[in-house]
């Protein structure tokens, strides 16, 4: 027994720092607390009234046919842009390219699925990321619907 005592001790003693180990290192095993795992949210700077102003655009009363022909949408539109220089580029070239992405998309768009919020919030997705594609200076940030009448023929 006196030639195992000093094994047993050496066992024990490797299992408890193996147990500590195991317990400090589990959270990062694991993925860690959900503090530090979140990511860092960096917030937007809020602009003034005047500021938004200054970086917004306007599209009124675009109207065409819809995905189905018997209905049409007349729909107005506000587009924020990521600065004043971007906003005067998007000015140039609504009429000519923003204006026929919108028209697409409308047309492509079925009648019933801008009855709800969630279906006008698609429309804008859909239409910030194509313009995005089409904008060459800055970004569009926001894209609201300022007016909208679907109606049948």
Do not use: H
Not at 20 to 34: P, R
Not at 60 to 70: C, F, G, H, L
Not at 131 to 145: M, S
């Amino acid at each position: 027994m006196k030639k195992m005592l000093p094994w047993l001790i050496t066992i024990l003693v490797s299992i408890t720092l193996i147990v500590l180990v195991v317990f400090l290192l589990s959270d990062k095993l694991l993925g860690g607390d959900d503090k530090q795992a979140a990511p860092i949210k960096q917030e937007e700077p809020v602009m003034t009234a005047d500021e938004i102003v200054e970086v917004t655009s306007e599209l009124v009363d675009i109207t065409t046919n819809m995905s189905d022909p018997s209905y049409i949408a007349k729909i107005s539109f506000a587009f924020q842009l990521s600065d004043k220089k971007a906003k005067e580029d998007f000015d140039k070239i609504k009429e000519i390219r923003i204006k026929p992405i919108i028209i697409k998309t409308l047309m492509d768009t079925k009648p019933e699925s801008l009855k709800d919020s969630k279906g006008v919030e698609q429309l804008t997705k859909v239409l910030q990321d194509e313009i995005n594609k089409n904008v060459k200076q800055g970004e569009v940030v926001q894209v609201d619907v300022t007016n909208k009448l679907v109606t049948g023929i």
